[in-house]
C-alpha cells in the first residue's frame, strides 16, 4: 500500500497546527505603548455619588464568609448560630463568659482557644486599605511608562511589559501591567493565592472609571467600581 496518503494527510495537519499556533502568538501579543487615543493623562476627582461605597462591600463579604463558615461548622460539628454561647452573645447559657466562637480573638479568659478558622477582624481591615478609594488621581502616560499618583501620595511607575514585585497593605505581589480594549490594567498575583485587578478606563470626555477587583481565598470576589471626573 502506497504511503503518499499517509504523507499528504501529516503535512497537511502539521500545516493547520502551524497557523494555528500563530494566530494563537498573534492574539496574545503584548501592548507595549499606550493607545494614540488614550484619555487616561490628566487630573481627576472622585464622584462619591457614582461610586461603589469600597467599605461597605468589604463588610458584606466578610459578613457573608463568617456565615458560611458557621454554617459548615454548625453541619461537621453541631456548633453555629443555635448554640447556647451564639445565642447569648458568646457568654454562654448562664452570661457567663464562655469559649470564644467568635473566630476573631486568641481565646477568653480561661484560656480556652477561639474556634479555628479566619482571622476576619484582620482580614477586614487588610481588605478595606487595599480597596481604599482616593480622592484624586493624577495619570500620566508616556509611551510605555505610566505613572499614577493617588491623594499626593508618592506615584507608582509602570512599564509596560515589565513584571515588578510590590509589598502592599494586602501581602507580597507581581504585577502585571498592559493596555486592553483602551483601558490599563493592573493584574497582580499574591503569594497568598490571592488575585487582584486593577483598571482605568475613560470611555468619555471627561469621565474615568477606576474598577478594582480582588479575588480572596476566605471571602471570594469583591469588585469595586469608582467614577472620577476630570478636574
Known sequence: ???????????????????????????CRTV?????????????????AASDDASAKVVAAINTAQQRLRRRNAERYGMGSDSPSSQSG???ASGAEGPDESFDTPGDRYGNPGMLGPDFRTLRARLQQALLTPASL???????LVRITSDQLPPREYHLGERISRIDEYGTSVIDPRWSHGGFVLRSSYTSH???????EAPATGLLTVTQ??????VGKIAVRSV????
Not at 504511503?3 to 494555528?20: D, E, F, M, N, Q
Not at 507595549?32 to 462619591?48: E, F, H, V, Y
Not at 472620577?228 to 478636574?231: L, V
Request: hydrophobic residues 35%; aromatic residues 8%; glycine residues 8%.
Open 213 to 218: 477587583q480582588i479575588s480572596d481565598p476566605t
Open 194 to 200: 490571592a488575585s487582584r485587578t486593577e483598571s482605568y
Open 138 to 144: 493624577h495619570l500620566e502616560v508616556q509611551g510605555e
Open 90 to 92: 458568646n457568654n454562654g
Open 228 to 231: 472620577y471626573r476630570r478636574n
Open 1 to 27: 500500500m502506497s504511503r503518499k496518503p499517509y504523507l499528504i494527510s501529516r503535512r497537511l495537519w502539521a500545516g493547520v497546527l502551524a497557523t494555528a499556533v500563530i494566530g494563537a502568538l498573534t492574539g
Open 32 to 48: 507595549t505603548t499606550a493607545p494614540a487615543d488614550t484619555r487616561l493623562a490628566g487630573q481627576w476627582s472622585l464622584d462619591k
